[in-house]
């Protein structure tokens, strides 16, 4: 069975994360996204029970995929949970190269672990968490980019 651990702070979730965590689902036989606590950045909007509501309703419409939380290390986590894989959705080549920094380390302090990347695709392929909640809390309009759940979650911030 293919488990694939797709892991990230989803501070909030937006529709770009959506998309790879249904690309995912498509391929794997179970996803598990990883609600995680990173220390470099900042705490940001949303508490981790808060953002794994949020993630669940946004996908509740896929059948294997879950949510769950972890702390500290990506590759401890993916060893409790039993995963095959880490998924990583890529926004640009930017992300790239973070992306395969952090896989090469996953891979070397992980037993081997792989990664798999995903493109984003489509109106919400350049989504970033960091721009919904600044926009948000200007006052702006994120509607387009996050689930139904995550708009009603950043109104009720107003």
Known sequence: MAVALYPGSFDPVHNGHVAVIAMAAAVFDEVIVGVGHNPEKPSG?????ERMEMIADAVAHL???RVTKFAGLVTAAAADLGV???VKGLRSATDLDTEMLQAQMNSATGNGLPT???PGMGDSALVSSRYVREIAAAGGDVSKVVPAGVMRQLEARK
């Open 116 to 118: 798999v990347f995903l």
């Open 63 to 65: 059948p294997n995929v």
């Open 45 to 49: 909007m949303f508490g981790v029970d």
């Open 84 to 86: 095959t894989c880490l």
